[in-house]
């Protein structure tokens, strides 16, 4: 069983379009992801948390962010922001235990896993990460292996495609126009011919709303074209829920905090958290029902 921070002799490949991140120029952004490249197992182990053997595999490090900041006699708020960007940047991901975090390095093996020679031949999208390894997206991504017939999906494909066309405009304040030559329809239609649902797309347009909503990006991003094109529909759906996840932990935190001190504070902040998990409810009920 391998001790906790124990990492191998040898080095790592870093590449140069993480210089593309608009984060780059910070230092201790650089510095954080150098530590995490660094300290991350080459290797498949098994390491005992919260209890429990449990199988790390190439890029999972054990960390937090008491260690990272401690390491870099930096402030723990300060490495908390920064790893919260790169969650939000799909460079990482990171799952809790009891006085333990699992800090996974996304796509380590398309990139550690491979000569040096191929490495800036593949197609690199931001952050290092061109490929997503994560086990649902492929999960996700074999069962839209097996497509419906075109000529089953061309006529429901257009009504259905509208539908998430007339979501899209009433949450984000649009007047997009639905007619069948549209290039925002067209991109809708294709990632419901792979085997997207309309509750997903309207998930991340929630998410997309969110985040995009009254900032300078807004008149850039979003839109269908972009938040749905190919490259992006897989990691902002998945960002959507993670976001969901989030946001339901930082209102039970307000929650405890306000629960005896403004009680009717604390009222408002719990039916926020009804109103969530009813959300998320609806839409795994909707999902095994189209099963």
């Not at 069983?1 to 002799?9: D, W």
């Not at 379009?17 to 530590?35: E, G, M, R, T």
Request: a positive charge.
């Amino acid at each position: 069983m391998a001790k906790e921070g124990e990492v191998s002799l040898g080095y790592v490949k870093i590449f140069r379009k993480v210089l593309d991140n608009p984060n780059a120029s910070n230092p201790l952004f650089l510095a954080v992801w150098n530590y995490l490249l660094l300290k991350a197992s080459h290797k498949v182990y098994v390491m005992r948390i919260a209890g429990e053997d449990r199988e790390l595999n190439p890029g999972d490090l054990v960390c937090s962010c008491r260690k990272v900041a401690e390491f870099f006699n930096i402030n723990k708020d300060t490495v908390n922001r920064i790893l919260a960007t790169m969650e939000k940047d799909s460079m990482i991901r990171r799952k809790m235990y009891t006085r333990k975090t699992v800090i996974t390095v996304l796509n380590w093996s398309s990139y550690q896993g491979n000569p040096d020679t191929l490495g800036d031949k593949r197609g690199d999208t931001p952050w290092d990460t061109p490929w997503d390894t994560n086990k649902k997206k492929e999960e996700r991504r074999d069962d839209r292996r097996v497509k419906k017939p075109k000529n089953a999906l061309s006529e429901k494909g257009l009504t259905a495609a509208r539908e998430v066309m007339a979501e899209f405009n009433q949450r984000a304040g649009k007047q997009y126009k639905d007619h069948a030559g549209s290039d925002h329809l067209t991109t809708i239609r294709a990632r419901l011919e792979e085997g997207f649902t309309k509750e997903e797309m309207v998930e991340v347009i929630d998410h997309k709303v969110k985040e995009l909503k009254g900032t300078e990006n807004e008149a850039k991003w979003l839109n269908p074209t972009c938040m749905f094109r190919p490259a992006n529909m897989e990691r902002n759906l998945d960002w959507a829920r993670s976001a969901d996840n989030m946001e339901e932990a930082k209102l039970i935190k307000e929650f405890k905090h306000f629960e005896f001190s403004n009680p009717m504070e604390a009222q408002d902040i719990k039916q926020k958290i009804i109103d969530l998990r009813q959300k998320r409810n609806e839409h795994e009920r909707v999902v095994q029902s189209q099963s």
